[in-house]
Each structure stands twice: as structure tokens, then as C-alpha cells.
T-cell receptor
Framework: DAKTTQPTSMDCAEGRAANLPCNHS???????VYWYRQIHSQGPQYIIH???NNETNEMASLIITEDRKSSTLILPHATLRDTAVYYC??????????????FGRGTSLIVHP | EAGVAQSPRYKIIEKRQSVAFWCNPI?????LYWYQQILGQGPKLLIQ????????DSQLPKDRFSAERLKGVDSTLKIQPAKLEDSAVYLC????????????????FGQGTRLTVV
């Protein structure tokens, strides 16, 4: 499965946009990019996913480059509660109709006042 | 809808003792995962079930870890005997059988069980 590379840590001022990058240069044409986050002492939480087109939901926006080798998760107006570890995951080739989320170390985002 | 339930939240045991964790997935979710998360690292998959069958257990240390999912619903993960390096958070997650691309393919995680082996 394709591997992802993320910065270890980032910080952002409250109310500003947080842009979290992810490199996935070996991604295959049928593999999705998923983002999860994990707030301290909780389990990971799904944020968003995409294949080729940019995606937006109530939590975030996902920008995927045209060559699909990298993506950026955007939290448009970061709040203190967005402080968490953010994981970028490439969805492996499907088998039997389910996928296995495989996590790296992620990016620790700290939102400060 | 109710989320993934796990118990206990915390457990402290001595090395060489046994411990069991319980997970109740979201109703109707066919796929269940157990992950181990060591402090400072991302979650690592231990085992994946599809209904009551094992899909992937390649990273499960089978000499001491075992898991079952009787009747394809609840699941238990057991460690016997525990070692110091087993200290971690054990996360259970579930997802529905995926069809077309969409949010139903996401995995929902429980809060985890924090195990400390002393």
C-alpha cells in the first residue's frame, strides 16, 4: 500500500486557517486519500476523504493535487478544540469490500490563542 | 446512533497476568478492527474481522494475543501472559460493508482501553 509523509508537528493561531500537507507519491489510481484526527485520550475520528476532486464538508476541505501525489487538509477557521493529531491515510486496494485504515505517526496540530 | 463501546477504559496489571478487552461495534457494522496504539505512535492494526471471520491477523502476536467475534457482533481481545511492552491503548473500530464510495466506508473508533503492565 502507498505510504504517506506528514510533518511531525504544526501550529496555528485560533481563527486562522490550518493547512496540513500530506505526500503520497506512490498512490495508485484507484486509491483514496482519507484524513482522520485523534484528540487526546480519544479514538481517531474520520474527517474527510477524496479521490481526485477537491472535497468539502462541515469539518474541513481536502485539496488533492492534479497528479494526486500530495494533498492538503484545510481547517478554515481553527479553534482550540482542533488541537489533535491528524492522520493522512491512503486506502489500500480493496479486497472483499472493506478497507483497513493503516496509520503513520501523523501531524500534531496545536492551535494557540 | 450509538458509537463503538469499549470496556474497561483503564486496566493495570502485572506482567505475566492475563487481561481481556471487550468491544461492542455499531449496530449493523460487519467489519470490526482491533488496533494497538503505543504512546507517541499511530494505531497499528492487530486483527480485522468480517462478520465472525478473520480477514487479517498478520500483525497479531499469536503466542500471547487472541481475539474472537462470536455471532459476528461483540468481540473480545485477550492477552495472556502480558508483557511490559504490551502497555498501550487498545482501540476497537467498526465499519459497514462498503458499496459505492461514500462516508459509510469510514471506520468509527471507540475511546479505547488504556492498558498499563507493571
Amino acid at each position: 500500500d502507498a505510504k504517506t509523509t506528514q510533518p511531525t508537528s504544526m501550529d496555528c493561531a485560533e481563527g486562522r486557517a490550518a493547512n496540513l500537507p500530506c505526500n503520497h507519491s506512490t498512490i495508485s489510481g484507484n486509491e483514496y486519500v482519507y484524513w482522520y484526527r485523534q484528540i487526546h485520550s480519544q479514538g481517531p475520528q474520520y474527517i474527510i476523504h477524496g479521490l481526485k476532486n477537491n472535497e468539502t464538508n462541515e469539518m474541513a476541505s481536502l485539496i488533492i493535487t492534479e497528479d494526486r501525489k500530495s494533498s492538503t487538509l484545510i481547517l478554515p477557521h481553527a479553534t482550540l478544540r482542533d488541537t489533535a493529531v491528524y492522520y493522512c491515510i491512503v486506502r489500500p486496494t480493496l479486497s472483499g469490500g472493506s478497507y483497513i485504515p493503516t496509520f503513520g505517526r501523523g501531524t500534531s496540530l496545536i492551535v494557540h490563542p | 446512533e450509538a458509537g463503538v463501546a469499549q470496556s474497561p477504559r483503564y486496566k493495570i496489571i502485572e506482567k505475566r497476568q492475563s487481561v481481556a478487552f471487550w468491544c461492542n461495534p455499531i449496530s449493523g457494522h460487519a467489519t470490526l478492527y482491533w488496533y494497538q496504539q503505543i504512546l507517541g505512535q499511530g494505531p497499528k492494526l492487530l486483527i480485522q474481522f468480517q462478520n465472525n471471520g478473520v480477514v487479517d491477523d498478520s500483525q497479531l502476536p499469536k503466542d500471547r494475543f487472541s481475539a474472537e467475534r462470536l455471532k459476528g457482533v461483540d468481540s473480545t481481545l485477550k492477552i495472556q501472559p502480558a508483557k511490559l511492552e504490551d502497555s498501550a491503548v487498545y482501540l476497537c473500530a467498526s465499519s459497514s460493508l462498503q458499496g459505492a464510495r461514500g462516508a459509510d466506508t469510514e471506520a468509527f473508533f471507540g475511546q479505547g482501553t488504556r492498558l498499563t503492565v507493571v
